[in-house]
């Protein structure tokens, strides 16, 4: 989780079958590799907020997930010691009409949700006013390459890191 970045990954669609092992995986991943500090310590991976305001805004994105009924599997708590920090910041269980998946939140915050067809995960992914970046994690190339295609952003990588990931099953 990059926190403030214009493509900045805050949403995650994972295939059905291998979800709750992914959100194992990206939980144990990114609480093994954060390091919460000032952003002049090269060791730091997760600096604080821009403004008091802005961790505000954030927190205000999860109490508005756990009371949709999103699942919080990491963070969600707030720090004020020498920052205005936020804990990475992980949702499982969001549907795309929450407030937390259709606005963007600009913080260590990421919404995670199931799909069980290309066409579903295609349908929820251009369901958004926003779409700067994409990106598409299969195994499959050509299936990889014929999603990105029909996801409407202004960019779409196939195998890299952006704000929409869609993750299948091996086959």
Not at 30 to 47: A, R, Y
Not at 81 to 88: E, N
Not at 118 to 135: F, P, Q, S, W
Request: with cysteine.
């Amino acid at each position: 989780m990059a926190g403030q970045v214009c493509t900045s990954t805050s949403r995650i669609y994972v295939q059905e079958s291998v979800y709750e092992k992914f959100l194992e995986e990206f939980k144990k991943y990114t609480q093994e590799n954060t390091t919460i500090g000032s952003q002049f310590d090269s060791n730091v991976t997760h600096g604080p907020q821009i403004s008091k305001a802005q961790q505000e805004k954030i927190m205000s994105y999860v109490d508005s997930a756990k009371s949709e009924g999103a699942r919080l599997i990491l963070g969600g708590e707030a720090s004020n010691k020498q920052g205005y920090f936020v804990d990475p910041t992980i949702f499982a269980d969001v549907r795309n009409d929450m407030k937390a998946s259709r606005e963007e939140v600009f913080g260590p915050f990421v919404v995670v949700s199931s799909f069980k067809s290309e066409d579903e995960v295609i349908e929820k992914a251009n369901d958004t006013e926003y779409g700067l970046g994409a990106a598409v994690f299969t195994k499959d190339i050509v299936r990889g390459h014929r999603v990105a295609g029909e996801i409407e952003a202004g960019m779409v990588w196939v195998g890299c890191i952006p704000f929409i990931i869609f993750v299948h099953e091996q086959s």
